[in-house]
């Protein structure tokens, strides 16, 4: 069983889906054989203790072939990358794309980045035998051209696809994919994680979770300029809590996240009020949770701060950078307390952060009951999964025992 994508390079949300599944595998199939192809490949192997291979060619060979310059090696590694991806897949009964926003561009991304990588996998699945699964993923409407192309040329070639909101599947479906007799909405991987004891908030304390902005793919000619605006607004926001009084943590939900972190905490440490922030390197969504146990509001821009923040009962506000925070924040009731991160109000934000205090309880009681539902609703979701493992799996290869 192999594990593929952006994975153990710092993208928390990406690895908390990931954390999901790998233990799914170990309690339900513990004899199954695990490894991973993979952007951090040494992390998964010592996280894990499972064999791990880079997902490119050049980020593993870069350093060792330091003379040569940096574009003809990255040539030679998209070269080289669809056979690797051939001999890597060979070798599995199945292999499976763990919860990402995988057939999605509202961060940059280019078509010959992991666009390209999933096409090959997919296309190694039908020529090895191979199935390949998309369980739980993320996904937009994409503009015609060669990123759309290689998105939904994958979906088809895939064997097994589900996701985590509707918005994912009616995207797939605009686009030409075929989904309404085979593929299913299910929560989010990360409500299967395990959350840790929510204590008594400190008075006045509230999270605040940054994010490297610079919009979507078709944001590239604007990008540094929304860049600039988004951290121009969020030390407007930290400076505006910090005169109210407010102790406030800075984090981030990527490993690309902590230079703003610095930045922001730097300019606000050149205030000459005294205030109280800190700032903190999650390196798991267990991390941030664990963080978020006594605080007692979030305001948070990538999805999965969102989630992590949600997931650990606290109120929060989102300035997400796509739908499909909109939709997390919509599914928990707390639609109108949405924002997006190219254009937001840091008053009104403010504003906000006052009146979820003051429905402190009741807010935090309302997601504890939705977590309770999510958690249920993911049944399903291993059911499909073992259902589609077993039909990739030597018969004797697979004996069930219990789940998540």
Known sequence: MGFFGILGSGNLGNDGSLAVLVSFLRQRYPDTEVDFFAMGPGVLQSRYGAPATSLQWYEANAARFSAVPAPALKAIGRLLDPLRTLTWVRGHDAVLVPGM???????????????????????????????VGLVAVGADVISPGMTRWLITSTARL???????????????????????????????????????????????????????????????????????????????????????????????????????????????????SPSVLTTHRCASMDDVMSMLVDVGLVVATRYHSVQ???????????????????????????????????????????????????QHDEVAQMLA????????????????????????????????????
């Open 101 to 131: 926003g995988v057939l999605e561009t509202t961060t940059p991304s280019r078509p010959w980045g992991l666009p390209l990588s999933l096409w090959c996998l997919a296309v190694a699945g039908r020529l090895t035998g191979a199935r």
């Open 158 to 272: 895939v064997h097994f696809r589900s996701y985590r909101d509707e918005l994912s599947r009616d995207a797939m479906l605009a686009m030409g994919v075929e989904v309404a007799r085979t593929d299913s909405v299910y929560p989010d991987l990360a409500f299967a994680l395990p959350t840790p004891a929510r204590r008594q908030p400190h008075p006045r304390s509230i999270a605040i979770g940054v994010m490297n902005f610079r919009g979507a793919e078709e944001d590239r000619p604007r990008a540094q300029e929304m860049h600039d605006r988004y951290v121009a607004g969020i030390s407007h926001l930290v400076a505006g809590l910090l005169d109210d009084d407010w102790q406030v943590r800075l984090f981030g939900g990527d490993v690309e996240d902590w230079a703003i972190v610095e930045l922001i905490a730097a300019r606000m440490r050149q205030r000459p």
């Open 308 to 358: 992590a923040a949600l997931r650990t009962c606290v109120p929060t506000v989102a300035i997400g950078y796509a739908r499909k925070s909109d939709i997390l924040m919509e599914s928990v009731g707390l639609g109108d307390y949405c924002h997006h991160a190219a254009d937001f109000d840091v008053d009104e934000v403010i504003d906000q952060v006052r009146r979820l205090d003051a």
């Open 369 to 404: 009951g939705h977590n309770e539902q999510q958690e249920r609703a993911l049944g399903p979701q291993f059911e499909a999964l073992s259902s589609f493992l077993r039909s990739a799996a030597p018969p004797r290869a697979v004996a069930d025992g219990d789940g998540p």
